[in-house]
């Protein structure tokens, strides 16, 4: 688990790429780079205020994997305050 300040998401990864995604830490936040596909899907999730799961690394892997996911959450006591 990975807190971070900030969080941006980057639609031009490439399919020939050989990555489903890639997650870095830039400064003190997190930078996803995700194909366009999986951008379209991420953000017509955040407009249904769906969860959403990220699957990271390469696509032959196996099953090493990093996972970023996006949920909502309904007691808001458990999220950062800043």
Request: charged share 30%; with cysteine; aromatic share 8%.
């Amino acid at each position: 688990v990975t807190g971070a300040s900030f969080v941006v998401f980057n639609g031009a990864l490439k399919t020939s790429s050989e990555f489903l995604a890639k997650s870095s830490i830039v400064e003190d936040g997190l930078m996803v780079q995700i194909t366009q596909e999986t951008m379209e899907s991420l953000r017509q999730a955040l407009r249904d205020k769906k969860d959403f799961k990220i699957t990271c690394g390469k696509m032959d892997a196996g099953d090493v994997k990093e996972y970023v996911d996006i949920c909502w959450v309904e007691n808001e006591e458990k999220t950062n305050k800043g």
